[in-house]
Nanobody, 124 residues
Framework: QVQLVESGGGSVQAGGSLRLSCAASGRTFSNYAVGWFRQAPGKEREFVAAISRTGRSTYYADSVKGRFTISRDNAKITVYLQMNSLKPEDTAVYYC?????????????????WGQGTQVTVSS
């Protein structure tokens, strides 16, 4: 069992920055790839970014590439999502999720462990 807790959400103006954190507890964190997903009202949950177990491989949705950066600190058992140049369309609840597969997936159904989410609101 892995428990995940997100933090760092809030309200910012367009062009601003936020850093989300996903703190883990439970089984060995370095055995899990971690993804960030988001869900806006009335929309399906969508992939944002993911990072491999070691942190050597990262993946991004086209909509956030060049603006968001995912990283992890296995010693601190935390994954981060640095979000820069935020846009109103980035407004959503952001979730982190963990999966134990060697292959990093963009499919939320592949992830077995989820946090409770943190709200990000970007105003124009």
């Amino acid at each position: 069992q892995v428990q995940l807790v997100e933090s760092g959400g809030g309200s910012v103006q367009a062009g601003g920055s936020l850093r989300l954190s996903c703190a883990a507890s439970g089984r060995t964190f370095s055995n899990y790839a971690v993804g960030w997903f988001r869900q806006a009202p009335g929309k399906e949950r969508e992939f944002v970014a993911a990072i491999s177990r070691t942190g050597r491989s990262t993946y991004y949705a086209d909509s956030v590439k060049g603006r968001f950066t995912i990283s992890r600190d296995n010693a601190k058992i935390t994954v981060y999502l640095q979000m820069n140049s935020l846009k109103p369309e980035d407004t959503a609840v952001y979730y982190c999720a963990a999966e134990s597969s060697l292959l990093v997936s963009q499919d939320p159904l592949r992830y077995g462990y989820w946090g409770q989410g943190t709200q990000v609101t970007v105003s124009s």
